[in-house]
């Protein structure tokens, strides 16, 4: 009888971390789905922006989207930034290291996202932008 009782326990306990662990993987496949999806946007809204895509989680396992533009199209990094500040997202006050000339940050699902514009200078074309969504190694497998 104590037998069964603590493999009813066991099972309990087991269910309530599968379900626990598969919350925490849902809301990184949220945060991560919404990263992509403002990224999606933004290529869509500013145009027109030739740029190379790098897949998804292919560098990393931390859910990052990566768009590069050749030197000669693509807006100027403040216009990036303006649009982004406009989406919602929150410029850090800091300077950021070099070619990065932008941090932002945005909270979704209870995870940060952050975005880095990487650029000569503010009023120069934007050479890259990386956004990540650091909670999302989950998100990589959903890819």
Known sequence: ??????????????????????????????AYTSLAHQVEELDRTMTPLGHGEVPPCREATDGSVTRTYPPSTG???????GFLLQKGWRQSSGAA??????????????HELTIDVSAASMNQL??????????????????
């Open 126 to 143: 934007v050479e890259a932008l990386t956004a990540r969504s650091p909670a999302s190694a989950f998100g990589c497998l959903g890819r």
């Open 75 to 81: 807006p100027q990094a403040a216009e990036l930034v």
């Open 97 to 110: 290291p070099a070619p990065v000339v932008a941090h932002l940050s945005r909270d979704v699902a209870g």
């Open 1 to 30: 009888m104590l037998a069964a009782f603590a493999l009813v326990v066991v099972g309990l306990v087991g269910f309530g971390g599968w379900a626990w662990a598969g919350r925490v993987h849902a809301d990184d496949l949220a």
